[in-house]
């Protein structure tokens, strides 16, 4: 008898073929998002599954899922996961760090430079059929090249953000809880310094850290404040690393000049505040959608999935106290 996994939401076709090698898989090709107890009902008699960022993996769930061994997310960030909860019914938690660090890297520097340009708000207006002509003062905005860097969270993918800044001579600051070895820092040409000085000299700010109880509105007003009125935030980490209410305040009365968006709070339903503010480019969630990279992450949770069911480590395992 093959083990039973579920797999919560769409994936490419050779994902599933992989897994029905070693499995009996049900499949959510539909790809509509389960409520908790659909989803709750769904892994009542499974042995892993492979979820995303929005499927929540916690102690009521646990509780109504006996069989289940593993579970793997298909994401880098695992914030949708009690990792406490897990461990405690020894259950394998895994994410997929790595194979996104260039395409969220590149989609950091898309948002960079369409909002210090201007360019969703440009376009916006050339379709709304308002171009009448050339203007020396049309559209203004903020050189790249030259301006300071500001990199909150220097992990893998605040690093790969670094390395491309080169291209545009700027000098490049970082803020870690732990600081990058020297080799690493040279290699990245970036700085460490405290947050504060971070927000008060960087005219570009770009956020990379997880989400947890500790990076809570890590951006709220206080931290706004600190920044020159002429920057900008760009934000492609995890909704609840900023605190979206505060920045709608900061983007409307000119505390910092605009921001680019991937990730809200509450997604998909975030404030509707940011709809009506021309100094902000908003993207839905996509940072890491190329199709390499999806296939690439879907791929890697399967291989973290088999593993975990055939008894191997799977290799990216977050609470390795279970196997102990
Ligand atoms: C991640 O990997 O955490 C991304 O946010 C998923 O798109």
Not at 259 to 275: C, I, M, R, S, T
Not at 304 to 310: E, F, P, R, Y
Request: proline letters at 4%; glycine letters at 6%.
């Amino acid at each position: 008898m093959k083990q039973k996994v579920l797999v919560t939401r769409e994936v490419f076709e050779e994902v599933l073929d992989t897994l029905r090698a070693d499995f009996d898989v049900t499949a959510n090709q539909a790809d509509k998002p389960y409520s908790p107890e659909e989803l709750a009902q769904a892994l009542a008699d499974k042995d892993g599954a492979i979820t995303v960022l929005t499927d929540r993996i916690d102690t009521a769930l646990l509780a109504r899922c006996p069989k289940l061994k593993a579970v793997c997310n298909i994401a880098v960030g695992y914030n949708n996961f009690d990792l406490k909860a897990m461990s405690a019914r020894g259950v394998l938690g895994t994410n997929t760090p790595g194979v996104l660090d260039a395409a969220t890297a590149d989609f950091t520097w898309a948002l960079i430079l369409a909002t210090a340009r201007r360019l969703t708000e440009a376009e916006a207006w050339l379709r709304a059929g308002e171009w009448q002509g050339w203007k020396l003062k049309q559209f203004l905005g903020m050189d790249v090249q030259g301006a300071t860097l500001g990199i909150v969270g220097m992990g893998r993918i605040g690093q790969a953000v670094a390395r491309r800044a080169r291209g545009f001579d700027m000098p490049v600051l970082y803020y870690n809880r732990t600081r990058l070895a020297p080799a690493l820092e040279r290699d990245c040409n970036a700085r460490h310094v405290s947050l504060d000085e971070l927000l008060a000299q960087s005219d570009i700010v770009t956020l990379h850290t997880p989400y947890s109880a500790d990076s809570h509105h890590l951006i709220g007003a206080a931290q706004l404040a600190k920044m020159k009125k002429t920057a900008i935030l760009i934000h492609a980490a995890r909704g609840g690393v900023v605190d979206d209410a505060a920045l709608i305040t900061a983007l409307n009365s000119g505390t910092i000049a605009a921001a680019g968006l991937d990730v809200y709070e509450n997604e998909p339903k975030f404030n509707p505040e940011f709809l009506k503010l021309r100094n902000v480019v908003l993207a839905p969630h996509i940072a890491s959608a190329t199709t390499n990279t999806r296939r690439n992450m879907a791929m890697l949770a399967a291989r973290n999935l088999t593993a975990a069911l055939t008894g191997e480590r799977p290799p990216n395992l977050l609470n390795a106290e279970v196997l102990k």
